[in-house]
């Protein structure tokens, strides 16, 4: 079994929607949890970064860290097409955040 | 400020053989990291260095190794090249203080025929 575990989708929303995208993980080490996002033929981009429990919000994306049930969350408001892309949960349990262990990986595709 | 670079872009090898792939970190970025990224085993770490230093390393065979120069520059080795090393290659930089964020480069695809 995978330290951590997501759902590769895809997933097609229509524009507008409100996505959710989730990892969970076994590794009660995990203590920095970051969401990173991947367009084809690129490498990937960090988008959010969460230290513990709890939520963080940055424009239309928010964070969601549950420590206790081992799941994180990253939500995407008013999702537009240039949103399409694959959504990547990371988790590191050293404060550098260098040695990540990544999810699999979800693929969007918002429809216009 | 130019990204992370990675040299080659596409590299073909055939089994056995041995391929050497190049990153140069974001100036003034002097830690490198390495991911393999395939489609059944998602983003795996490979190795990180610092001043020229392996600091980290993940769960790889031997045959995959890498160094650091001065100028914070990473190449890192594959020997005996195998069909399952087909993969997305990726160096990440960051500036090493304290929780800084990791930039990615494009990548290196290495097809094993």
């Known amino acids: 079994q995978k330290e951590v575990e997501q759902d590769p989708g895809p997933l097609s929303v229509p524009e507008g929607a409100i996505v959710s995208l989730n990892c969970t993980y076994s590794?009660?080490?995990?203590?920095?949890f970051m969401w990173y996002r991947q367009y084809s033929r690129k490498g990937p981009e960090l988008l959010m970064y969460t230290y513990s429990s709890g939520n963080k919000e940055d424009g239309r994306f928010t964070a969601q860290v549950d420590k206790s049930s081992k799941y994180i969350s990253l939500f995407i408001r008013d999702s537009q097409p240039s949103d399409s892309a694959t959504y990547l949960c990371?988790?590191?349990?050293?404060?550098?955040?260098?040695?990540?262990?990544f999810g699999s990986g979800t693929r969007l595709q918002v429809q216009p | 400020k130019a990204g992370v670079t990675q040299t080659p872009r596409y590299l073909i090898k055939t089994r056995g053989q041995q391929v050497t792939l190049s990153c140069s970190p974001i100036?003034?970025?002097?830690?490198v990291s390495w991911y393999q990224q395939t489609p059944g085993q998602g983003l795996q770490f490979l190795f990180e260095?610092?001043?020229?230093?392996?600091?980290n390393k993940g769960n790889f065979p031997g045959r995959f190794s890498g160094r650091q120069f001065s100028n914070s520059r990473s190449e890192m080795n594959v020997s005996t090249l195998e069909l399952g090393d087909s993969a997305l290659y990726l160096c990440a930089s960051s500036l090493d203080r304290g929780a800084d964020t990791q930039y990615f480069g494009p990548g290196t695809r290495l097809t094993v025929l």
């Open positions: 590794n009660s080490a995990f203590q920095y």
């Open positions: 260095y610092f001043s020229e230093t392996q600091r």
């Open positions: 100036s003034g970025h002097r830690s």
């Open positions: 990371a988790m590191s349990a050293t404060r550098g955040r260098r040695a990540l262990t």
